[in-house]
């Protein structure tokens, strides 16, 4: 039986996972490496599969362009990144030989202070539409989502139905924790973003991101004063 006979297609042309295939790969994959599960996810979803990476390290681009080989990171310029960003994106895909795409908001996307009183719904125009257009007529997407990154991410599967997209979302490092991410670093000589040496340990747009502000929280300065920890993107 070919992979597309055995995704659920929804309504609106979506792809999910049956349910027992879901439990099972979750249990399988706690005990694999991320580089086997994107490689798994390759073999599963063929050419329908999206990664997307940050770029606040080089360590999904690196697992995703080592387990398939010319695969296409994407990047979300939500035109407020720091510089340092789309230059770390570029200098880790020479040095790797691997592959960006960077993909920008709509041309008519919402005025340009938008983040100074609606921080949700600059971040919907800005973050959550270029992803979602991205994801249109795949059948699965690759985070680097990490339950250690914060308590909202506590208890992230490794695999899961995006309802509300339609589409497989592949988290291979949910169970990754930061030392994980240090020795991988090290292992594989990975460059690192220039602003990590400022101590900056989440990095996002420049308007909404400062040094963590408590320690055993990487995410305490993105959005730093509101109530808010995520962009819309794992919602
Ligand atoms: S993080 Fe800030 S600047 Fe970036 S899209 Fe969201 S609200 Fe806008």
């Known amino acids: 039986m070919s992979a597309t006979e055995l995704h659920l297609t929804t309504p609106d042309g979506g792809h999910l996972l049956p349910r ?42 690196h697992l995703a362009w080592s387990a398939v080989p010319g695969i296409e990171v994407v990047l979300i310029d939500t035109t407020y990144l720091f510089a340092e960003t789309l230059w770390f994106a570029d200098h880790a895909a020479d040095l790797f030989d691997g592959r960006v795409r960077v993909i920008e908001p709509a041309a008519d996307v919402a005025p340009d202070n938008q983040w100074l009183e609606d921080t949700p719904g600059c971040c919907a125009r800005r973050k959550v539409e270029p992803l979602n257009r991205a994801l249109v007529g795949n059948a699965a997407w690759v985070t680097g989502l990490r339950r250690d990154d914060s308590l909202s991410r506590a208890t992230a599967p490794i ?42 340990t989440s990095i996002g747009c420049w308007p909404c991101t400062i040094p963590p502000r408590n320690d055993d929280d990487a995410r305490s300065g993105r959005w730093a004063g509101q109530n808010r920890t995520e962009c819309g993107l794992h919602d």
Request: charged share 25%; proline share 5%.
């Open 159 to 200: 695999l899961a139905n995006d309802l509300m997209r339609g589409i497989v979302k592949v988290n291979p490092m949910a169970n990754w924790t930061d030392a994980d991410v240090d020795a991988y670093t090290i292992e594989h000589c990975l460059p690192v973003h220039p602003m990590t040496g400022r101590g900056y």
């Open 20 to 61: 027992d295939e879901l439990n099972r790969r979750n249990i399988e994959f706690e005990s694999a490496t991320p580089g086997e599960i994107i490689a798994w996810a390759a073999d599963r979803f063929g050419d329908r599969l999206v990664v997307t990476s940050s770029f606040a390290d080089a360590v999904l681009a």
